[in-house]
Structure formats: C-alpha cells, structure tokens
C-alpha cells in the first residue's frame, strides 16, 4: 500500500468510528419532520411551458454576430500518423473561412481526464489537434468553418488524408492478455473477504457462469453543440452540460487563460446520461474561433457523437455464488474484465453492487482492464450497476431455480443487516419492504415456478424480478448562494444543471420550503459556471449536494438576518437553528406564534436585498454510514415461441430511495431509466469493429433504443421513508431506475422459455437456438 | 420562391442544399424545431406541412415552394399553450425537452392520420369505416418519435387525453 493509499485508508476508518453527530447529516435535516410542505406534492416542471412552445434555447441555438458554422472530420484508422493533409481545395471551397488541422490550430494543453483532479471534465487527455498522432478510429482530424452549415459540409468532403497506419489493439481477446486491475475513484477495485474461491468448492449449491455485456451509447437526442465566441482573451462557451464549473475550470487549463476567463452556460440539456463532460467539440470550436476570430456554432452529426464521445464499455464477468440448502450465501464471485480506452481511466466498475446487496461468507471481486486503442469510454447511467446487476441478481435467479426457491425469498434470506464488506450501518435500507409491496401490486404470486410452462397461442410468458441498487453520493464542492428581497421573495444561484432531471423545479420546492416561502416567491437560477459550486450532474448526487449547499447558505443567511435584526424583533435571542421558516415567517420552531415576516425582517434591517454564500460541509456521511437506494423490478416479458421475438408486456420498479421530493418528476426519472434498463436487456449495443476498432453503427437507424411501441404501461412505486442522514431526507433518483432491469428482463425470459440468456442485448440469434428454431 | 411558415411568407433560400430544417433553425433561427440525427431516424425535427407530418430535416426547404409549414412554435395561439402542449405538461411528457417539438407536431398529425382512416401496422381491419385510437395504435403511429428520456408514458397519456377532448 502506498503512503496515498495508507492515509486514505486511516481517514476512511476514522470516519467511520466518528461520532454520529460530528457527521453530515448527524442530526437529521429539520425538512424531514415538515409535513405540509411542497415536498411530496407532485409539482409539473416550471420549464415546462418553454419547453412545449419551442421557446427553452439549447447549446446550439444561441445566434451570435457573424457566427461562423463549424464541421469536423474524423481519422478513419485507429492508430498511427497521418502522413499528409491535403485541404487545398475545402479552403478555397465557397463560404469557407478557415480549415483548422494540427498544422495551424493554437498550442493547446490536453483537458485534464475527468477524476484526475476536483474539477476536470475532459473525457480523456490526449493532445488536441497537436499533431499528427491518431490515437483511436473517428479521432478529428480537421476542422471546417464557414459561412453556413452547408458549405462546412460540403468542404469537409474536398479534404484528403492520408495515413501511415501502426499496429493497434481493437480486438478484446488480445486485449484481455495484457488487462490491469482496474482503479475506481482512486482505489483498486479487488476486494477479497475470506477464501472465495474455498467457499465456492465447499458450497453444495451453486452458481457460476459468464455474463456478458456490450458496449452502449446514450444517445441523449440532442446532439453534442457549443456555441462559443471570444471576447479579448475571454471565453463564452453556451455548452450541452452537465459539469459547468468542470468545463471552465478544464477549458481554462487547455487555453492556459484564468477559469474566471471561461464563461460555461448551458440552461437547457437535451439529456446527458454521462455523456454530456466535455470532449473534444468544444475546445476545437473555441480553438478554431480564436484563429477565425468569429464566434462559431458546433454541433456534432449523430455519427461524430459516436465518433468522438465514448460510451459505456463491455463486461465480462464471471459470477459464482455458493450456498447451503437453506440458501445462505457462502461464497460471492464477481470478477472480469472490461475494455478501457488507453488515456482515460474508467474500468467500468460492475462489482459495485455486490459490496452491499448481500450477506456473504466470503467475497471475491475485482475488475481488470484491457486497453484498447478506441474511443475512451465513459460513464453512462449508473456506470457499474447497471451492468453488474445483470449479472449478479441473473446468477441469484438461477441459484434460487437450482434450489427450488422463489427468488424473491432467497434474497430475504441473505438480507445484510450492515454493509457486509465494510461493517458500516445502513443509513436506510427497506428493500424487504420495497419487494413485499412491489410483489403485492404486480401479482407476483401468479408466477409459475416452473419455467416455460405458461403459454397462450404463440406466446410463452414468464415473470423475473430483481434488485436495483444505487449508491448514495454527495461529492465535494457544493456551494450556494441565497438572496432575500425587500419583498419577501428569496433567489437561489448554484452552478447546477438540469437536464430532464426535475432538478430547478425541485429545488425550487425544497427552496420554498426550507425558508417558508410560497413556491412562487422563490426562483432558482443554475447553469452557469459564474454560480457559486462544483456541483456534477452525475453520481445522482445533485439533489442531496444541491440540498447540502443551500442548507448551509441558508443557516448563513439566517445568522445574518437574526443578528441584523437586533433586539426589537420577537425573534430576538434566537439562533438559525431554533428558528424555521413558515409562510413568509420565520418562527420560532417550538414556538411557531413567536415570529416575524421576512419582509417585516428585511425592513426592521433596512436592506434591499441580503445575500449569504456558503459552502456544504465535505460529503463525509456515506462513508460513516453505508447509504444506498433500493428498488424491486418486476417484468412480465412474452416470448414467442415462432419468431423469438421478446416484448415486455408488464413492468413494475417499487423504489425505496429515501423521501421522494416531487413524485411527479421523480416518477418520470424511475421510468426513464427502467425503459433505458429495456434497451440494455433487449436492444442496444454499439457495435465495435473489432478489426479497425472503427463503431459500425454509428446511427439511430442502427443503434436501436426503445421507441413507444416497446414500452407498456410502467408502474412505479416507493416506500417514501425518509434517510435520516440526507438532506431533506432523500437520495438522487437519477440512475436507479436503470439498475436491475437487465435482470429482470432475463429472469422473465427464462422464465417463460426455461432457457437462460446471459449474454445480453437478448436478441432473435440468441432466443432462437435457445427455441430449438435454429441450429 | 417563398414558403408560409407559422402563418408569415418567407423566402426561400437560395442555396438549393439547405434543407427545411436548417432553413428554421439556422436561417429563420425558428429553433424549436430540433436536430436529433439528420437523417430521418429520431423524429425530433418533425413539422407539420399543409397539416401533414413531415421530417423537415430529410425535406429540402426549396421542394415546399407555396407550402404551409407549421412548427412547434406554430401550435400555440396568441401566447396561449395549444391543449396538447398543456397536457404534456400535465402529465410529464417530457424531461429534457429536446424531443417535445417533434413529438407535438408528430401527434398532431398522426390524429389528422388516424381521423383519415389512415391503417397503420397494428390496424386488424383495413377495410374497417374508421380507426380506433387504441394505445396500440396510438404507440405504433407515435415509434418514428425517440424519447431517450424514456417519457413514454406520459407522452401517451398526455395524447390520448388530448384525443378524447377533441372527439
């Protein structure tokens, strides 16, 4: 271990001994106790008329004075040099202002690769249009600028490359020979408890096979943009994003230029899923803008997004479990290999789940990476869930066949009562109760044990479950600012993001509620990387990192008000943390008729507007205490029996996640991943090319997401029970509803066929042979 | 050479390789309607020409010569939400709202398809008198429009209340 590793290590157990209440979240958030807020109520998003009218402007709609139109065009080898550019005739094409290619682009430093340091963005750290190196098949090579998108276009296609091609490794095969151990947030992924392997040898039932899963895109439907211009040596950048403060802090790395020197907006996102960091569109627009000396629009064909943004990686994982006949875990096996970039480093972590969701005599886990000369892969939807669950709770499912058990009870019956690999308490674990609820509704008892015994005409029919399982997160840098008006009314600046999520419209809820403000006296502005606060959309850590940061602006702002407003106010004496606010009040909160107004407050101060900026307190709460969020999926899938095909006829998520704060919104978030969950179990994968490591599919005619006729009716339930140690109680709902799904989808198969897929999308050539249809 | 968009002449452009889309978007800077993948697979950049649903970015702007094109922005009146907007709202059609445009118009027209008689893959009775919007048909008519945010539902629930309004 080295001496980074060892201090990590002593910080980490002495968070954990730490007293509760010298914790984040210690005493629970007074939110919690609040029952006739806004919070709970389903509230429609405050955008959403500008969002119906066509009126909510993206990245790429922001029109600037003499904006120029910018196109890229991709290396069509996946390593070695080009040799020779030959843009003679694309810049002396109509409408075209500058070619930009390694010769003449600005010296640029490489973004710095995301997690390599508090506020890096950049989804790998190769040189940008530096030189003449090509480091993976789709890399840019050149970019165009010109009066419209249909010059650009057009001279794009004039220019000539040719290459010197060098031997690269974009088969996984070769790669696995030559595969590391995987490195997760600064720490290795292998962690072994007692003799797995022994355990597994020993076990009279068991389990052990190889799941695999493909390469994904997310295929958020707007397209990657930036519009960018410079003013002087200042930067304006309307971004898709979901990392402003990421971005400019990372932009200002590469220009070399101060971070107040980039400014990052992007109010509206067209969806993110992970993908939405910063790559190498922006910089090279900003680039080419500062030779051309015009602002210039960016925005990515559908194949330059798969060109030059990754997507999730493929697994392969081994998954064994050995138990007694009681059904008692004895041994938990999770370990394999995925593929990873060679200048990023996301060994994509699939052994997440399998820390928490079960009790265990022994664990094995551990992720390798192979390197691959590609594209660097990235985050997507719950990166490692998403994937590990298919694996993990497929292999409970077989176990729980093998044994004779109803799935469902097998998981009861390995049920951890603290975190197994860690020893820490559960801040809130009710996903017993989240299973008997979701089995109640969905009818879980009409399910035939047997496999492939239920048929009607052609279709045979199956019911799966299975767990879904996302951590709590709250990462560092959370900061907000509050101001209160002479009027009584109360704005909160945080550099947020909001893509779909609910995010401004919840927080605006939570806003009203935590100062007693109705929800119409409170605005919340995000967005911009001139807010207060480093706050990711990703992890599904905004709500509670946004929750964290007001709180403490808040209490700031509270002190402030209270002491200002001396000793003629009936709240004189009191402290923020004796007073709450109701309807336009503060109060004192045992004492709710001894209050003021904060607009009789605000003139007692005399003051215009008061204004509080404060920093969260660092996210120390989920390492005292092991906090996760919990679902039950159910699906009913229908196979037929004559053509393969597989369609989900039911499906059921009961979610148990802390407090859900809009049910309106939130429901939304469930249902969005469960029907991204449907395109993992059935559907997508990004075909990779394993000779040119060149993407074959780089379109949504060829990428195949869920489309309306591929999702029924899905229900979405929750248990609603507060974590006592999260803000206002609730956990980030962003990414649990794709966890599990994979899963499910395939008990359902094997349960209405009695063959078993492990291998996913589960498409026709794999049903079929499984059917007897084809040899 | 002019085309009617949302109810005002505008000329075309001259360049014959601007597609309608682009022509909204970065000409007119009409930019509710949105560019999802170009090549006709999303249905984000969906408009309705002469009350017909079309993918403006497989449409070259010049072919719509003497046209009326209607695009998202185009829906609502004098400021005030068409009642399929207001039902998308009500019930969550959407999230992050780059698909809404097309999904509205596309809607739009599929009714006008559906009021025709117009069969679709899921129809049983091709020689029936009229179309019953079952959530079958409804879905089927609806899969040219790709919502990755998964608002499936509520886009469903949002157009079959619409639907039953307007009988």
């Given amino acids: ?775 | 050479m002019s085309i009617n968009i949302n109810g005002s002449p505008t000329n075309l452009p001259s360049d014959t390789r601007v597609s309608l889309l682009d022509l909204l978007r970065d000409h007119l800077n009409l930019s509710g309607t949105k560019k999802g993948c170009n090549q006709g697979a999303c249905g984000a950049c969906t408009v309705l020409v002469d009350g017909e649903r079309i993918l403006s970015c497989l449409a070259l702007a010049v072919q719509y010569e003497g046209r009326s094109v209607t695009t998202v922005e185009g829906l609502s009146t004098n400021g005030l939400l068409h009642p399929l907007q207001q039902a998308f709202i009500d019930h969550d059609g959407f999230q992050c709202g780059y698909c809404t445009p097309g999904q509205l118009c596309s809607a739009v027209g599929m009714l006008r398809e559906v009021r025709r008689g117009l069969p679709s893959n899921v129809t049983n009775d091709l020689e029936g008198e009229s179309i019953t919007l079952t959530r079958d048909e409804l879905c089927e008519r609806m899969s040219g429009n790709l919502c990755r945010c998964g608002a499936y539902n509520g886009i469903v629930y949002a157009i079959t209340e619409f639907a039953e309004t307007t009988k």
């Fill in chain 1, 1 to 775: 271990m080295s001496i980074k590793e060892t201090a990590q290590a002593v910080m980490k157990k002495a968070v954990q001994i730490a007293p509760d209440a010298l914790m984040p979240g210690g005493a629970p958030d007074p939110l919690i106790r609040q029952k006739h807020g806004l919070i709970g109520t389903p509230v429609s998003r405050l955008d959403g008329p500008q969002k119906v009218s066509g009126t909510a402007r993206f990245a790429a709609e922001f029109p600037m004075e003499g904006m120029l139109f910018a196109t890229l065009k991709y290396s069509t080898i996946p390593k070695g040099k080009i040799t020779n550019l030959d843009i003679a005739a694309a810049a002396a094409a109509p409408g075209v202002v500058l070619v930009m290619t390694h010769h003449n682009a600005p010296r640029m430093k490489p973004a710095p690769a995301f997690m390599s340091s508090a506020k890096a963005a950049g989804g790998d750290d190769l040189p940008i249009m530096q030189d003449a190196e090509i480091h993976w098949n789709g890399q840019p090579v050149a970019v165009v600028l010109a009066e419209t998108q249909e010059q650009a276009d057009y001279a794009k296609t004039l220019i000539g490359v040719t290459y010197e091609t060098e031997p690269a490794v974009t088969a996984f095969e070769v790669a696995k020979a030559d595969s590391e151990p995987g490195v997760f947030q600064g720490e290795p992924l292998l962690l072994e408890i007692g003799d797995a392997d022994a355990s597994l040898a020993a076990a009279p039932h068991k389990v052990d096979a190889v799941y695999r899963t493909p390469r994904h895109s997310h295929n958020p439907i707007e397209l990657h943009a930036a519009t960018v211009g410079w003013d002087g040596d200042h930067l304006l950048v309307h971004d898709a994003s979901q990392c402003v403060t990421h971005t400019a802090w990372s932009l200002a790395e590469v220009f070399g230029i101060a971070e107040e020197q980039v400014h990052v907006t992007s109010l509206f996102v067209g969806g993110g899923f992970g993908s939405k960091t910063l790559w190498q569109h922006q910089t090279l627009a900003a680039a080419a803008s500062k030779l051309a000396e015009r602002p210039v629009r960016l925005m990515l064909s559908r194949e330059g997004v798969y060109r030059i943004v990754g997507g999730r990686t493929l697994t392969e994982q081994r998954m064994a479990i050995g138990a007694q006949g009681d059904g008692r875990f004895d041994a938990l096996i999770q370990t394999g290999v995925v593929a990873m970039g060679r200048h990023n480093n996301m060994p994509e972590p699939f052994i997440l789940p399998a820390r928490s969701a079960y009790q265990a005599g022994s664990f094995r886990l551990d992720v390798e990476a192979a390197k691959m000369d590609m594209v660097a892969n990235t985050f997507m939807r719950a990166p490692g869930e998403s994937v590990g669950t298919f694996a993990l709770e497929s292999a409970v499912d077989e176990l729980a066949d093998n044994l004779g058990m109803d799935p469902i009870e097998l998981r009861i019956r390995n049920e951890p009562e603290k975190d197994p690999t860690t020893g820490a308490p559960f801040s809130s674990r009710h996903i017993v109760e989240a299973y008997r609820a979701g089995a109640e509704k969905f009818g879980w008892a009409a399910r035939k044990a047997k496999p492939g015994t239920h048929r009607e005409g052609e279709w045979l029919i199956g019911m799966g479950c299975a767990t879904a399982t996302y951590p709590y997160y709250r990462m560092p840098g959370g900061a907000a600012r509050i101001t209160l008006t002479a009027d009584g009314r109360a704005n909160v600046k945080i550099a947020a993001h909001e893509m779909g999520m609910g995010t401004s419209t919840t927080q605006t809820m939570v806003t009203a509620d935590r100062l007693g403000l109705a929800m119409e006296c409170v605005s919340v502005d995000y967005g911009d990387s001139h807010f207060p606060g480093v706050v990711l959309a990703g992890g599904s850590q905004q709500t509670a990192s946004i929750g964290a940061s007001v709180a403490a602006a808040y209490r700031k702002l509270i002190t402030e008000l209270l002491k200002l407003a001396g000793k003629d106010s009936p709240l004189h004496g009191l402290d923020a943390d004796e007073v709450i606010g109701r309807d336009g009040h503060l109060c004192k909160s045992d004492e709710l008729e001894r209050r003021e107004s904060y607009v009789s407050l605000m003139a007692r101060i005399g003051r215009e507007e008061l204004t509080a900026e404060a920093s969260a307190p660092p996210p120390l709460e989920f390492t005292h205490w092991s906090m996760h969020s919990h679902g039950a999926m159910f699906c009913e899938v229908r196979v037929n029996a004559i053509t393969g095909e597989t369609r989900v006829s039911r499906f059921l998520g009961s979610f148990d996640c802390g407090r859900i704060l809009n049910p309106k919104t939130a429901a939304s978030q469930f249902r969005g991943g469960i029907i991204m969950g449907l395109g993992l179990a059935l559907m997508e994968e990004t075909q990779f090319d394993e000779r040119n490591g060149r993407v074959m599919n780089p379109s949504l005619a060829e990428y195949h997401v869920p489309v309306h006729i591929d999702v029924p009716e899905i229900d979405v339930i929750w248990t609603d029970i507060p974590d006592p140690h999260a803000p206002m109680g609730a956990h980030g709902v962003g990414e649990i509803g794709i966890t599990g799904v994979g899963a499910a989808v395939a008990n359902a198969v094997y349960n209405a066929m009695g063959r078993r897929v492990r291998d996913l999308p589960i498409t026709l050539d794999k049903t079929l042979p499984e059917l007897g249809l084809v040899p």
